[in-house]
Each structure stands twice: as C-alpha cells, then as structure tokens.
C-alpha cells in the first residue's frame, strides 16, 4: 500500500470512529482505549488469519481432510492463536439480538449483549499470551450496542485484509495522536510527538542491544526504534531488547498494545513500582545501551531520602527544600539516563527548556555532566510541538562512546525556526527536515559519507518525480544537472508560470467545467508544492554545508569546547553559543530611503501644522 | 437643535459577526490575503492593518464576512476589560465571531460619531453583558442600544472636531516612525554595513577598522535592575512606573531616573522589549539606563533595536521568561571609538528630540479629546 493511499484510509478509519463517538455519550477518555483495543484485535485476527493459510497450505491431508490448526502452530510463528469466539470474523457477524444467541463466556455464563461479548472475546486473546494479560481493554460494556457494532464494522474495512503489521502500527499510531490531542492526563504527555522521537532515534542510531525507556508512556520510542532497527535491514526483534517504565497503567497498557501491534515484544513494568524516582524496577543501572525518555517535566514533591535511596545519582542529589523533597525533578530524571548507560550508551530525551539553565544545585550537576565528556548535542525546539502544550522543550544527547576528536566538544543546534506547520497550533519536522538536522550531527562526528549519501538521496527523489510527472516543463527542470539553488529557483519560477495559466484556463472555462477545472489545476499544484518542499530541504541543507563540511552557522549550529561552556557558566542552552541569524539585508539603498524619508517627515509637518489651525479653529467657535 | 434616542440597530445598513476559519486547513490561512481581525486589535483605534489574515478559500469556508471599511467595530467577548471596547476599520476587514460589525447607514448617521458616542458608552455596554461563567455581549443587545443622535450636520460637525484629534495623534505616530527608521538606518550605516563618516581612509585591522575593539553593550552602558514597586505603595502622580508591560503599569509621585531613559521589561510575555522615555520614570520590573550612565544613550537603543532578536534569546525562566541586566550588558558589540560615537549622537539628538516632542503632542492631544467627548456627546456644548 503507497503512502497515499495509507494516509486516506488512516483518514477514514479515523473519521469515521470519530463521527460515531460524537453521536455517544462517551467522553474521549473512554473511548480511547476500546477502539484502540479493537484495532488491536483487528490486527490480531489479520495476522491470525494469513498465518492460518500458511499453516493450513503445509497440512497433509488425512482421508482427504485437512487437519485443523492448533495453538502450538502459530507459537512457532510469533502469532497469536485466536479462538473462533475471538476473531473479528465471527463478532462481525453475530446477530443483532445477542440475547437470543445463547452465547456463553469463558466462564461459563451467559453473554446478553455485544459488550459482555467484546470483553469476552478480549479475555480469550489475553488467555493466549503472558505479556497481554491484564492489558486489553474490557469496558465494552459502556458501549451501546448499536455503537460498538458499528465500530467493528468501522475495522472490518477490506483495505485492512490486505495489509501488514506496519501498516497496520501506522494506523494505530495514527489513532494515538489523534487521541492525544482530546486526552487530559494529569501526568503528563503519553503521546510523544512522532517527529521528536525520530529526531531522537536518528541521532542515538540503535542497531542492537538494550533500549532503556524509564518514561515510556505509550511506547512510542520502542515503536520508532523498530521502524529505524528494520529500515536498516535487521530484525529489531532480534536485535533489541526493550525495556519500558510507566507510572500510569493507563498509558503502560496503550505502551503493550502498542508494541504487540508493531510486533515488538519489551518488559514493561508499571504501577508504583515504575516510579521511577523511587525505583530502578529493572535493574539496569550501568546496563543500558540505550536510554530514550519524554519525561514529565518540573516534578515537584519527590522525597528526597527515598529517591536516595533508589540511587542512580551520579552527580548527587538536586536542591532539597525545608520538607526535604526535590522541588523540580529535571535533574533527576538527567542523571538517571546518564546512570543507566554502559560504557558505550547512548541516551537522548525530551527536556523542559528551563533545564538548560536552572541554577544553584542543577547548575553543579550540570557542570560535571558536562565534565565527563559524554554530552553529545543539545538541540533547542520551538513552541507548538506538544499536542495539548505550546511549551518550547529541549533534546539532550549523550554518548559514552564518543569518538576521542569531540571528547571536548558539544554540539550545539538551535532548531526552533526551522519546522513544518501542521495547523496553526501544531508543528512538526517533516521527513527532510529531520535529515537535514541529523547531517549536522553527522558531519560534526566526521560520518561525511552518511551526509553524501544523504545528497545522493535528495537527487533521487527529485528524479523520482521527474520520472512520474506529465508536465514535460517540469520534468526537464528536475533532470537539469543544476546545483539544486538553481532548480529550485527555477522551480518556484515554474509554480508562478502554472499559477498564472491555472488562473485563466478556469476564468474562461464555462460554469459547469469550472469547478472540475479548479480541482484539476490545485491537484498540478498540490504535486508541484510536494516537488519544491524537497527542494527547498535540499537547497537549505546544500547552501550551509555544500558538500559536506561542517561550518558554524549562526543562528543554527555550533561546535563549542568544554571552556567555552565553562565560560558561559555552563549553560547548555543552545541559543547562548548559535547565536542570532544575520538579518537580512532589506536591500533598501540608504541616501535614496533617506531622501524619502525626509519629504515624509516635511509633509507630515505640514499636515500637522494645518491639523493645528483646524483645531485652534474649533476651540474658538466652541468658545473655549 | 434636536437630538433623539435611536437604536443602534436601526441606523445599520448591516450588522455582522464574523467566524474563524478551522486552524486545522493550512490552506484557509494561506495565501495571506484578506485582513482578519480579532477583539484584541478593537482598542479605540483606527485599524489600518491586522495581525492575521486569511485567504479567500478560509472567508469562502467560514462564517467570516467581508466588512467594508469604515464599519463600527465593537467586541463582545475575549480577555479582560475587552468586551465594549470600539474600533473603525479604514480598510476592508473580515473579523472572528467576538466581533459585532456595524456597517452604518450613511443617510441615517455618521459611523465616526456613532464611533465616538460608543467611545462613552462602555461602562453601559459592560453592564448589558449576561451570561453565567463568562459574562457576553451579544449582536442582539448591542443592535438595541439606545444612543441620542443630532441631526445629521451636527454629527458631521461633532465627529470633524473630535477626529482632528485623531489625525493629529496619527499624524505624530507617524512621524515618529519615521524618525526612529532613519535614526535605525543612520546606526545600521555607520556600525553594521562600516560606512561610517572616514571609512575610504580607515584600515581594517583583524577585521575590524582600526581603532575599534570587541566588546559589549555594557562597555558602553551599565544596565541596572530597576527598583520594584507594588501597586499597593504607588501615590497617584505623572510619573511613569515602568514594569514588565508595552506601556507603563500605574503613575506615581516620584521618578528615580534622568531622562531621556531606556527600558528593558524584565519578566513576562515582554521580557525584553525595549523603550525609550523622554521623561523620569520609576523603574520597577525592567532593567533600565538613562542618560547621567552614559552620554552615548541614542547609540545604545539603537543597538538593541537592531539587536532585537538577541534580546528576546536571552529569556531564561521556567514558568516566566525573564531578561536580566547582566545578560543585557554581555550583549557582544563591536565597540566604535568614542569620536564617532560622539558624532552619531550629534547626528540622531535632533531627531530623538523630534521624537520626544510628538510623543507630547500626542499624550496631549488625547487629553484634549478625552475631556472634549464626553461633553459633546452630552449636549453640554454648542458647535
């Protein structure tokens, strides 16, 4: 399935679940998790169903009958045997009166209406696997009827039969951060914005070994890790080892759903004993080749004795108030990614901006934080990434394994001017744009070839499109072995060209084609802003680092060394070492603007002065 | 000559609302190509330009209407002392939904003295609002708001004397904007693009003209943090209290500072911005210096004009952006030699001193309107 015909059906799945919440009485809180959990179950039974072909395709027959598949066939194959009272087949097409069915339970007792049967149906699926019990939703029984037969149907869509678990995470990841956007959590966001966790995963570049996430939330980490794990070529199955920390069950739950329909299997540990300020609930410590967090920001009240004593601190503890509690958790959470990496680890998180800065105690950890060595890169981010916040945040990188050249260098990039907008609320990095800001990173620990590959890339989507478009204009100016300034210029000179001709041509079509002309012309359109957003990337990127040598970009990026931070009485925030982007140049010749400015100014005088007159004018016939 | 009670409603040739396009279309906010207003622009003021605009896709796709210019503006809704508050728009405008619309009828009435009778009116149109959680006005109440209305001539009469007021204060805003342009540009010149007066002549050492040296503002001029004061030990007088806001938070009996002075708002959504008062003011939440610290005040607001950008980066804080006075004063400047700084004071004085004089005209001006409404609306005096 192409990316667009993906991105409509995510579309209207998800419109269509939606329509039917705003006919219930359910509050998005509790609509969340079921449909979530239908999905779940969606994909559970699509995979059920093409690993029975293949069981039942390799059967030998006995008496002209084939044998039926059994639970220990789909073990083998890392599926999950659904009994007949489970699969979507079946709770599709039970009767509307479900009374009259005289269906039972696991139990024993008997089911009256399609809730009893869901929750049923989620407790069988459960039965068959260690990790998923006590995660599935079993709260059908809110749902009207009506409603939830509606929503299997929703799923029942035949585009789902024909796709795989990828596809089938995308759409579930599509889910969550729509649900994001309308859930209140008092703890925090659970839904990480999916272009921070990539920037992340690009920049730590997990192969094997263990991913530690004491935050995890709804997993989304484990979720880009696999996707980054098998882009590469591996099986992040086998490679990976996932281990996840979640206060709030609720988002622990979401966190196990989410990896089981993405394939992924993790320990997930939650409830109190995932506090992570209290507990280690892993073991970990030292451990970890990978530490990966959207922590909650700005905790206050944490005990100070007992997060002592769940150690993990190793630059000490933060300020203890006059209660002995931790006013402001940032500190602990940094020293806890710091204390989880082995001698090679990698951590990169999600900061509160602030933390860059903050003073007194904070500051001391910082400064030997910033002594070892291991701070890696520290990327500001701007405003409206949050679904639910407009709060500016931080990514922190660490590397206990880096290379002896930058041992006494941090890498600095001020990111928040360069985003997508999303809505007018929302923003985000689109794909390029988050290769553009990890060739900064690559170039910055000499992996040059990994930024040539990266050109190369760029010139081949550019063909790519070259290759599909009818606009034989358009296809000449992308095969143009150019510098990408030019074909992008050239590009932009295009877009205006076509404007123009789509202006007239629907002017002068007639009333009853007009419309049809107008969809046509904004689809050429839609196409030629897609070609020149790539584009533009590649010009951005070309423009500062040609063909791959690093440079200090004011207002983007900086090398700074250990002193230089010392200097700056260790602050790591960003845009105290990039600095502010030249302004441009208004191009407005000085004498000439001068000129105009000094007629404005005697004009205006002249103005003002029979203002006056006017005005002394109307105080004497008022008598004043 | 006669005035009569009217309402509002029935001297409109039309009274709209106005809509939001959904923030969620990229392509109802883009192209930018209609003005669209919302209540905090409706300030008493003419509007000539808006912060947000629309494209014709949004107005076609919304309740959003095209207003046609000189409409009374009048806002029922949004934050604070809002709701009540008027406004003319001098160009063709859509608006949100908090803004009731009155396109008056040019036969029946003069909008710009319909304008200035609402300008009194606003302690009646607050009490009109209803509602539980969020008190509001609606276009209902405000379509049957009585006003007493002269003959057609006086309103004319009436509103002419009160907007030379107007065009006076605009006139002056005007002007000022031009002065600081051409100071900003003088500065950008000589320090920025280095055509100062004898560059031909100057050597570049180190890439810099010879005599100048890397250094920072506060080389130049030591900001200090301003002495705060709560509203509750302010004494009613004229004198500025300059806190974290655009304009100054209350006026009180006594100053600390010479004049002219420069402000630096210290905490809250304005940390940062800069501003100069050709008066003494109290200092309160801001960093600040005046002219007994320096001799060379023009040459530093200039500076942090042109270095606006890197003093809203300096904003640290938590909950509250805050901009301190050291930050300020490690401001990195290429430090001209004291002649040439001299020079540019000499050259840009006049043109602050400008400054300064229509920024009284205009305080003064609104004075005088504001005295002289009231009564005109009130019958009290013969035009």
């Known amino acids: 399935m192409d990316n667009k015909s993906l991105k409509k059906l995510e579309a209207d799945l998800w419109e269509s679940a939606d329509l039917l919440r705003a006919d219930s009485k359910l509050t998005s809180n509790q609509y969340c998790m079921p449909v979530l959990g239908l999905l779940f179950l969606r994909y559970a039974y699509g995979r059920f169903k093409r690993v029975e072909t293949e069981i039942l395709k390799n059967r030998p027959s006995r008496g002209g009958r084939v044998l039926p598949v059994e639970p220990s066939d789909f073990a083998s194959k890392s599926a999950l045997f659904l009994p007949k009272e489970a699969q979507f087949d079946y709770l599709v097409n039970l009767p509307a009166n479900i009374a009259s069915a005289k269906l039972k339970n696991v139990h024993g007792q008997p089911l009256n209406s399609l809730g009893e049967v869901v929750n049923n149906a989620m407790e069988l699926v459960e039965a068959q696997s260690e990790k998923l019990k006590g995660v599935l939703p079993k709260t059908y029984t809110d749902f009207k009827d009506e409603l939830l037969a509606e929503l299997l149907r929703t799923f029942n869509n035949n585009a789902l039969d024909d796709v795989g678990g990828d596809v089938m995470g995308r759409i579930y990841e599509y889910f969550l951060s729509k649900f994001a956007k309308n859930i209140a959590s008092d703890d925090g966001v659970f839904f990480t914005p999916k272009s921070l966790v990539k920037m992340i995963v690009n920049v730590l570049e997990p192969t094997h070994g263990v991913l530690l996430d004491p935050a995890c939330g709804s997993g989304g980490m484990f979720v880009q890790t696999g996707d980054f794990v098998n882009a590469a070529g591996m099986a992040s199955n086998e490679t990976m080892t996932f281990y996840g920390q979640e206060k709030v069950e609720y988002n622990a739950q979401l966190c196990q759903m989410n990896m089981a329909v993405h394939g992924l299997t993790g320990v997930v540990k939650s409830g109190d004993e995932a506090n992570s300020f209290y507990h280690d609930a892993h073991n970990l410590e030292g451990q970890c080749d990978y530490v990966m967090a959207n922590p909650p920001f700005n905790v206050d009240k944490v005990k100070a004795e007992s997060c002592q004593n769940a150690g993990r601190l190793p630059f000490g503890l933060p300020a203890v108030n006059k209660d002995k509690e931790i006013g402001n958790g940032n500190y602990l959470w940094i020293s806890y990614f710091y204390s989880y990496l082995n001698e090679k680890g990698r951590a990169g998180f999600v900061m509160a901006a602030s933390a860059t800065d903050s003073q007194s105690k904070d500051k001391d950890i910082r400064e030997k934080l910033v002594a070892t060595g291991h701070v890696d890169c520290m990327i500001s981010v701007g405003n409206n990434f949050f679904y639910t916040k407009s709060l500016p945040c931080t990514l922190w990188f660490f590397d206990k394994g880096k290379k002896k050249k930058i041992q006494d260098k941090v890498l600095f990039i001020d990111a928040r001017n360069y985003y997508t907008v999303v809505d007018r609320t929302l923003n985000e990095w689109n794909e390029w744009q988050l290769k553009n800001l990890n060739a900064i990173v690559w170039l910055y620990r000499g992996e040059t070839d990994k930024y040539e590959y990266l050109l190369v890339e760029y010139r081949n989507a550019l063909l790519a499109y070259a290759d599909t478009t009818e606009d034989k204009q358009l296809e000449k100016i992308l095969r143009k072995s150019a510098k990408i300034a030019k074909i992008f210029a050239e590009l932009k000179e295009h877009r205006e060209t076509l404007r123009a001709q789509a202006k007239t041509a629907v002017e002068s079509a007639d009333k009853k084609s007009k419309k049809k002309s107008q969809e046509g012309w904004d689809a050429r359109l839609a196409e030629l802003d897609e070609i020149i957003g790539v584009a533009k990337e590649a010009d951005w990127l070309y423009e500062k680092f040609g063909d791959g040598k690093y440079k200090d970009i004011l207002g983007l990026c900086k090398i700074a060394t250990r002193a230089e931070i010392a200097e700056k009485n260790y602050s790591l925030t960003p845009g105290a070492y990039v600095g502010v982007a030249p302004v441009e140049d208004d191009g407005v010749d000085f004498a000439e603007r001068m000129t105009e400015i000094h007629q404005e100014l005697l004009k205006l005088q002249d103005e003002s002065n029979a203002l006056m007159k006017t005005i002394s004018k109307n105080m004497k016939e008022m008598g004043l | ?383």
Request: aromatic letters at 10%.
């Open chain 2, 1 to 383: 000559m006669a005035w009569e009670k009217v309402k509002l409603g029935d001297i409109c040739a039309w009274v709209a609302s106005g809509g939001t396009p959904l923030t969620s279309k990229a392509d109802y906010y883009s192209p930018k190509e209609i003005p669209w207003l919302k209540t905090q622009e409706v300030n008493y003021c003419r509007i000539y330009e808006t912060n947000n605009q629309i494209s014709k896709k949004g107005l076609e796709n919304s309740s959003a209407k095209l207003i046609p210019a000189n409409a009374v503006i009048v806002a029922m809704y949004g934050q604070g002392d809002t709701a009540g508050r008027v406004a003319i728009n001098k160009i063709p405008l859509c608006t949100n939904q908090a803004c009731c619309n009155l396109v008056i009828d040019e036969n029946k009435a003069d909008y710009e003295f319909v304008y200035y009778n609402l300008c009194t009116l606003y302690d009646k149109l607050v009490s009109l609002k209803n509602g539980g959680a969020q008190p509001n006005l609606n276009a209902g109440l405000i379509k049957n708001l009585e006003i007493s209305l002269p003959p057609l001539s006086t309103q004319k009469r009436i509103a002419d004397i009160l907007s030379a007021y107007d065009n006076l204060i605009e006139n002056n805003q005007k002007q000022i904007k031009l002065l600081e342009e051409a100071a900003q540009r003088l500065y950008k010149q000589w320090f920025i693009d280095l055509r100062f007066p004898g560059h031909e002549t100057t050597k570049i050492v180190d890439g810099l003209p010879e005599g100048w040296r890397k250094g920072s503002i506060g080389d130049i001029a030591e900001f200090k943090r301003g002495k705060v004061i709560t509203k509750g030990d302010v004494v009613e007088g004229n004198v500025p209290v300059v806190a974290g806001g655009l304009e100054p938070a209350y006026y009180h009996n006594a100053s600390f500072t010479e004049s002219p002075v420069i402000t630096v708002s210290g905490s809250g959504a304005n940390a940062g911005f800069a501003r100069m008062y050709f008066q003494k003011i109290w200092a309160s939440d801001c960093s600040y210096v005046d002219s007994s610290a320096t001799i060379f005040i023009y040459f530093v607001y200039s500076f942090l004009k042109e270095n606006k950008k890197s003093l809203d980066s300096l904003q640290k804080g938590a909950a509250q952006p805050h901009v301190y006075a050291k930050d300020i004063n490690a401001l990195k400047l290429n430090c001209p030699p004291k002649d040439l700084l001299v020079k540019f004071e000499k050259s840009v004085k006049p043109l602050f001193d400008k400054i300064g004089k229509c920024q009284n005209v205009i305080e003064k001006s609104k004075d005088a309107r504001d005295r002289l409404l009231p009564k005109l609306m009130s019958k009290k005096m013969e035009v």
